[in-house]
């Protein structure tokens, strides 16, 4: 067999509205997800082992938990696949910054394999697959480049379009537990607008303006206050005066993202500040 190297991107949540606990102690959640151009390499090649083993850029996720690893696990126990097969991960996706990095690597690994031992998943035996893995998993095996999720994550309603937007990244070597983040969070003291069907006619008809107004993440404030740095990056952008300038928190955080106009005064505070900043786009 020849090697089959994937791309793995990263995503933000452009819009994370917490709105129930569940009673598998997961919560009920709407979040629109897009893939940005921060993206991992996966490749997979033969060995003569009759075993999977990962090697990573980042040594310390060489384990037994990594999801790449128990999705490609995943694939051999259900296949019965009998060749061994190594999985190189080239990481860019900081992990813990609610980028969605360990999610995408297991929907690349489900859908390189697919392609590489030829198995003929179709999009719901992908999605089957994703859901014993993680949320955010079924967004990454979708091909779309933003989708509303609903449940726990993992039912994907694609959005139709083109539409490439850019944003700045603010990577940050803290990062926050899912978990805590989420323990932390009071759903029946919390409640917002439902922007849902307003952010979805804005997606589909490229209104960037109205898209950048709709930012939001019910879990900010908590994400926020897990992390020192974080929150004086966006105190930060917000005594800069560029009021057009629109910042949002993805996932449970700590990364966080702004969009909108004049983004090169912030890009120039932030840096002479000290931050790590990544322009991304619509992947």
Known sequence: ???????????INIYLNVKSKRR???????????????????????????????????KELENEQNLALKAARLIVKKFKIKQGFDIFLKKNIPYGAGLGGASSNAAAVITGLNEWFDLGLNLAQKYQLGRQLGSDVNFFISSASFALARGKGDIIETINTDLKLKKILVIFKENNPTFLVYKKFKVRLTKYLDNVKLLTYALKNKDENLISSLIFNSLSNIALGMSKTAKRAVNLIIKSGCSEVKVGVTGSGSSIFFTGQNLNKIKNLLIKEGFMLKEVYTF
């Open 24 to 58: 598998d102690g997961f919560h009920n959640i709407e979040t629109f997800m897009e893939k940005i151009s921060l993206v991992d390499y996966i490749t997979f090649k033969p060995n003569n082992l009759n075993r999977v083993r990962l090697f990573c850029t980042l």
């Open 1 to 11: 067999m020849k090697s089959l190297t994937v791309v793995s991107p990263a995503k």
